[in-house]
């Protein structure tokens, strides 16, 4: 069974970042796809980024040049690096893992793993 543990959520002001991690326990990341996503209450969880398992990465055009999705085989984490944050970005995010074959890398349903999410709140 995997287990899937972010961390790194906080609260900023708005121009600063943040790095979020995902550990991931069962399971070798190298070999999933993954995913971070977040979700703001009411609204659909939405894709951020993802990196497959020959290191291609997808991002949404909203946090192009901003943020950077990175793994570490040898810590079997995921990362998120956010710079530049903006007020639009507050929400909880989410890491998912192994995804489907023939689902865009955005759509959620596609994953089979997620962790319970971190809280990045940024402020004006």
């Known amino acids: 069974q995997v287990q899937l543990v972010e961390s790194g959520g906080d609260s900023v002001q708005a121009g600063g970042s943040l790095r979020l991690s995902c550990a991931a326990w069962g399971a070798t990341l190298m070999k999933y796809t993954m995913g971070w996503f977040r979700q703001t209450p009411g609204k659909d969880r939405e894709g951020v980024a993802a990196i497959d398992s020959d290191g291609t990465t997808h991002y949404a055009d909203s946090v192009k040049g901003r943020f950077t999705i990175s793994k570490d085989s040898a810590k079997n984490t995921l990362y998120l690096q956010m710079n530049s944050l903006k007020p639009e970005d507050t929400a909880t995010y989410y890491c998912?893992?192994?995804?489907?074959?023939?689902?865009?890398?955005?759509?959620?349903?596609?994953?089979?793993?997620w962790g319970q999410g971190t809280q990045v709140t940024v402020s004006s």
């Open positions: 998912a893992a192994d995804r489907g074959d023939g689902y865009c890398w955005a759509t959620a349903y596609g994953y089979r793993y």
